[in-house]
């Protein structure tokens, strides 16, 4: 069987819409992503999606942006400001911890900072787990390692979140409770559609810890590579500081730049499970795989400009090009979460965001703050991950 690579933008962008490509990135990772969303296919892939999509809705994401979130930064945020140091990395992990679990629909009994760090280490071993093709790791072991997890997270949260969700579901049907008394979240919309759906518990199970994971691990690192590049620029250009805080287009495209050189995974992988005519003329044959290197195609200077390679708020692109490349995937599996955290760029009557997104949000609440590296402590990669990952990012106020 014949793998091709693809690492023009163009390329990249018809291959995502190919209609005969399967996802195909997941085998190494069944532990965590066997039956979830982004490995389904064809009807059971349509079906699903069509559910789970109606929570995602912009509506939503407002209420989100303007209600939630901006307590959560300030919860993590203003106790580091106050102590005059922090590290981006959990700090980032942490604010996002209480969006991803109201939206995957995991409950907190306790409410303390040691439930939440409990949570929180779960979904990086789950994420840890869905990464398995890119770790450095013994598979076997670290899928031991993940499987525990699992077991654990269902004991304390995740069998407590279904129970209560399968009782206000009996309730609401027996008509004691209305539309608005259920929660809006995936495990929810799962529960709701058993009948239709008829997932075994192990499968509803993944689906949830999957949205912990897709929600918590890409916001993270999203947000830590936005800082580095953003305090990259100020080496540069140390007024525009100030504009970050205040022009929220300009902070806007500075998270767009770094998620676009830094997309979440390098590379997508599918497989034809029809023959497949790529945009270059290469045909593919049932069973054939083909790589998108989403990493170079990000990168391709016939779309970005011959400084693809560097970080650029500034530049102008081509409009049918988001700024952010292909770094949120496309067609079919394309994330769900984009809008969340890339945000809505601006309305052409206002010129102002329609939605800034909760990476820059975030970015925003640590420069109000005024954090800069931290002249000790210079930040670290992470040893357990082959690709540009920071472990530890830390920061002074
Ligand atoms: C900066 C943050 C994020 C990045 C870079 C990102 C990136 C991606 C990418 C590239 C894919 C497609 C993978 C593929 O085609 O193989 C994807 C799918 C997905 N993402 Fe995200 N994501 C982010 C945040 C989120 C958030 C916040 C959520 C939910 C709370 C989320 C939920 C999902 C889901 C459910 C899918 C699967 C969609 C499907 O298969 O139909 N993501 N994401």
């Not at 407002?62 to 981006?88: C, T």
């Not at 013994?138 to 899928?143: A, K």
């Not at 709701?192 to 929600?215: C, H, I, K, T």
């Not at 670290?380 to 920061?395: E, F, H, K, L, S």
């Amino acid at each position: 069987m014949a793998e091709i690579t693809l690492t023009r933008f163009d390329e990249v962008r018809d291959a995502y819409r190919q209609k005969g490509l399967k996802q195909a990135l997941y085998d190494a990772a069944g532990v965590i992503m066997a039956d979830t969303l982004l490995t389904l296919w064809g009807d059971d892939h349509r079906r699903r999606r069509r559910l789970e999509n109606r929570l995602f809705r912009r509506e939503t994401f407002e209420h989100y942006e303007r209600d939630l979130l901006p307590l959560a930064v300030d919860k993590q945020l203003d106790p580091a400001a106050a102590e005059g140091k922090g590290d981006v990395v959990p700090l980032a992990r942490r604010i996002v911890v209480n969006l991803t679990a109201a939206a995957a629909g995991v409950d907190y009994s306790e409410g303390t900072a040691e439930e939440t760090d409990r949570l929180f280490s779960y979904a990086v071993k789950f994420s840890e787990g869905a990464t398995a093709v890119h770790s450095t790791r013994d598979p076997e072991e670290l899928r031991a390692e993940v499987a525990e997890a699992l077991e654990g997270w269902d004991k304390e949260f995740f069998a407590p979140s279904l129970d209560r969700r399968t009782e206000l579901f009996e309730r609401f049907s027996a008509g004691e409770i209305e539309e608005d008394d259920l929660p809006k979240d995936v495990l929810t919309v799962l529960v709701r559609n058993q009948d239709s759906l008829d997932l075994p518990r192990d499968v509803v199970r993944r689906e949830v810890a999957f949205y912990m994971l897709a929600g918590m691990h890409s916001t993270g690192a999203a947000t830590t590579h936005a800082v580095h590049g953003a305090f990259g620029w100020f080496d540069d250009y140390p007024e525009d500081r100030a504009r970050m805080i205040e022009d929220p287009v300009f902070l806007q495209h500075c998270v767009h730049e770094s998620m676009r050189l830094h997309p979440a995974s390098p590379v997508a992988r599918r497989e034809a499970v029809e023959p497949v005519t790529l945009r270059s003329g290469t045909e593919m044959a049932v069973g054939d795989t083909v790589v998108f290197d989403l990493w170079s195609a990000n990168r391709d200077t016939e779309v970005f400009g011959d400084d693809a390679d560097s970080f650029n708020p500034l530049r102008s692109i081509r409009e049918d090009v988001p700024r952010w490349g292909h770094t949120f995937g496309g067609g079919r599996h394309a994330c769900i979460g984009m809008e969340l955290d890339g945000g809505v760029p601006a309305d052409e009557n206002t010129g102002a965001p329609i939605l800034l997104g909760t990476v820059a949000l975030i970015l925003r609440g640590l420069l109000v703050r005024g954090a800069q590296r931290d002249p000790d402590n210079p930040p670290q990669q992470d040893p357990n991950i082959a690709r540009v990952w920071w472990g530890t990012y830390p920061v002074v106020f």
